[in-house]
T-cell receptor, first 114, second 114 residues
């Protein structure tokens, strides 16, 4: 079974530039998550999807961040414009959404904003 | 609101020694509890979880954890560690009413000395 796929793995951009991250969840997983992980910290939820619907985006900075999950499968997270403080690892995870279920994580995208 | 506290940011131990990583949670209702492990440059992987039933939970790679409701703790233990256990360990909590949303602790870095 293929795991959660993320791309790119690494990204270096200058501040004020846009950047996008892509995630392909495990087949059949209805729930998809985007997390932000700062150095030395645990993941913090940015947005959670149930199929195509964003059911929890309360922690997403909507002035610069946006996300979409077309057709309830792949998802894209975008930052525009990027700021120095956005340097972090962006993790994507998926699950069956059945309650108490295991979340399966991708390897993450490490973003460096210069 | 639920929260998770991992008291130790780093735990150094010698190879083949026992280890305990501490986790305390705060919640006004019943909880689901998880331990995830993150190896360098990888995403998180589930070690074990407590949903209900026996308070002693066994996971992968010889790890186990005990749910203690009175002390609101879920400490992770292993009787004999190996070099390959070097990683970051995250405790996490969710509530059955919003089971797909979990809150992570800040992590404990386990470093194994030969």
């Amino acid at each position: 079974e293929a795991g959660v796929v993320q791309s790119p793995r690494y990204k270096i951009i200058e501040k004020k530039q846009p950047v996008a991250f892509w995630c392909n969840p495990i087949s059949g997983h209805n729930t998809l998550y985007w997390y932000l992980q700062n150095l030395g910290q645990g993941p913090e939820l940015l947005i959670r999807y149930e199929n195509e619907e964003a059911v929890d985006d309360s922690q997403l900075p909507k002035d610069r961040f946006s996300a979409e999950r077309l057709k309830g499968v792949d998802s894209t997270l975008k930052i525009q414009p990027a700021e120095l403080g956005d340097s972090a690892v962006y993790l994507c995870a998926s699950s069956t959404g059945t309650g108490g279920e295991t979340q399966y994580f991708g390897p993450g995208t490490r973003l460096l904003v210069l | 609101a639920q929260s998770v506290t991992q008291l130790d940011s780093q735990v150094p131990v010698f190879e083949e020694a026992p280890v305990e990583l501490r986790c305390n949670y705060s919640s006004s209702v019943s909880v689901y509890l998880f331990w995830y492990v993150q190896y360098p440059n990888q995403g998180l992987q589930l070690l074990l979880k407590y949903l209900s039933g026996s308070t002693l939970v066994k996971g992968i790679n010889g790890f186990e954890a005990e749910f203690n409701k009175s002390q609101t703790s879920f400490h992770l233990r292993k009787p004999s560690v190996h070099i390959s256990d070097t990683a970051e360990y995250f405790c996490a909590v969710s509530e059955p009413s919003s089971a797909s949303k979990i809150i992570f602790g800040s992590g404990t870095r386990l470093s194994i000395r030969p």
